[in-house]
């Protein structure tokens, strides 16, 4: 483990869990990269100190949001609390979304600046939401973007609520605009009620790198934004990416994020020089992450090691204005990933708990989804085993709040067993949280 950071900055580390050792012949190499950022950081750079963050807050104002009407009330009153949650000097904008986006606050394609004035005129402006129109997600996004865009802030964010299908956008329009958007801003997503589907606000968080979830009683939603805007407030340091070299005949096989929840990474690759590829991670607050690296190396005879992969934290380099040079990228913290040929069985067969630990997590999250998918098609066989491996593999791993969502959907008969039973009848909130959160995972257990 390394750590570059300077005294001034977020302290950042890299820790590497693995088993390295191989059998002759054995080329796939697993490691559990942790990442983690501590100490209330003031600045990486120049752009990332406090105070420089802009958001902007999506709210669906589709005619479905009036029933019941406790929908709209209770998106006003969550947007209102959001924005008092807003530190002072937070660059921010608000904005109604139907088949059309349009500016609520402060209007005119700009940003205010949080203060007590700012935030006043902003719930007042509120009270003038109504609900009337359909649903377009995408245009409300590249709204969302053309005002983020305009701010120099380090941390760039959304919140998007919504409580409907985006019936109103062709969906290669939405993902056309998502792959747009990923990388200038990051945004949380939430369904309000049951209405809404699953695998549209959880792809719009992942593409985005924020975070989805469900609040199906609209009396919750202040709570959660709350929550949410108190998140956005913590972070520090923005644009943060996992580079990973690789030597000559080694290449990755795949990247995932699996704690604090399992986000498939691999595809979202971009070069950083010879052999070597940045993931990107997102925004940084105090906090800790895993990573799950998979390398394939060339098969070696016993007795020979080698680097496998060097995994490093960085601020990727800033193009300099004219007459300033260009800034490398900022190293904030390294690990390496070994493999090492043995012929000693034990050592070879081995499997490093975190690995073990989260290639469970990551299986439990797939049963869950497939047997809920399973369940929407009428295979009872189909989705009472994988729901019935979920059930085993979430009371293996202690992953207690996922355990309490599947024995809403299944009756449990032996946990350790995997042995369950569908129930005749499930609420649909009880079903859109369990697909909503069932790549939320556990850490692994300390021994």
Request: overall charge neutral.
């Amino acid at each position: 483990m390394a750590n570059f950071a300077k005294p001034s900055a977020p302290r950042f580390s890299v820790e590497v869990y693995q088993n390295e050792f191989l059998p002759q012949g054995g080329r796939d190499v697993h490691a559990i990269v942790t990442v983690t950022s501590t100490g209330g950081a003031t600045a990486t750079r120049a752009t990332a100190a406090r105070g420089t963050a802009a958001v902007v807050i999506m709210v669906d104002c589709s005619g479905s949001m009036d029933y019941p009407p406790e929908k709209m009330r209770g998106a006003r009153e969550a947007t209102a609390a959001a924005v008092d949650t807003l530190r002072d000097g937070t660059s921010f904008a608000v904005i109604a979304g139907t088949h059309v986006a349009k500016e609520v606050y402060p209007g005119q394609g700009r940003l205010a600046v949080a203060d007590p004035v700012t935030r006043a005129q902003a719930k007042e402006a509120l009270r003038g939401l109504s609900s009337g129109g359909g649903t377009a997600i995408g245009t409300w996004l590249r709204l969302a973007d053309g005002l983020l865009r305009q701010s120099p802030a380090a941390i760039r964010h959304g919140v998007l609520l919504t409580d409907g299908r985006n019936e109103h956008e062709d969906p290669a329009v939405l993902r056309a605009t998502l792959d747009a958007c990923a990388g200038r801003f990051t945004c949380d997503a939430r369904g309000v009620g049951t209405d809404w589907e699953v695998k549209e606000v959880t792809g719009i968080a992942g593409a985005l790198l924020g975070s989805a979830d469900i609040v199906a009683d609209p009396a919750h939603l202040a709570e959660d934004f709350t929550r949410m805007m108190e998140n956005v407030m913590g972070k520090e340091v923005a644009d943060v990416a996992l580079r990973l070299w690789t030597p000559v005949g080694a290449e990755i096989q795949y990247v995932k994020q699996v704690a604090p929840a399992v986000q498939d990474l691999t595809g979202r690759r971009t070069g950083a020089g010879p052999r070597a590829g940045d993931y990107p991670t997102g925004s940084w607050g105090d906090e800790s992450r895993d990573y799950h690296v998979c390398v394939r190396v060339p098969s070696a005879s016993v007795g020979q090691e080698m680097l496998a992969a060097r995994a490093t934290l960085v601020l990727p380099g800033t193009q300099g204005t004219q007459g300033t040079p260009d800034q490398g990228p900022l190293v904030l913290a390294q690990g390496l990933v070994r493999a090492v040929w043995t012929d000693d069985l034990a050592a070879s067969t081995a499997i490093n708990p975190q690995v073990a630990h989260y290639t469970g997590q990551a299986e439990l999250a797939q049963a869950i989804q497939q047997g809920l998918e399973a369940r929407k098609l009428g295979d009872v066989g189909g989705a009472t085993a994988k729901l019935g491996r979920a059930v085993q593999l979430a009371s293996a791993s202690g992953n207690a709040d996922t355990a309490k969502l599947l024995a809403k959907v299944v009756d449990v008969v032996d946990a350790a067993a995997g042995t369950v039973r569908l129930k005749a009848k499930v609420a649909d909130a009880d079903e859109m949280t369990l697909e909503t959160r069932s790549t939320q995972t556990v850490r692994v257990k300390k021994t």
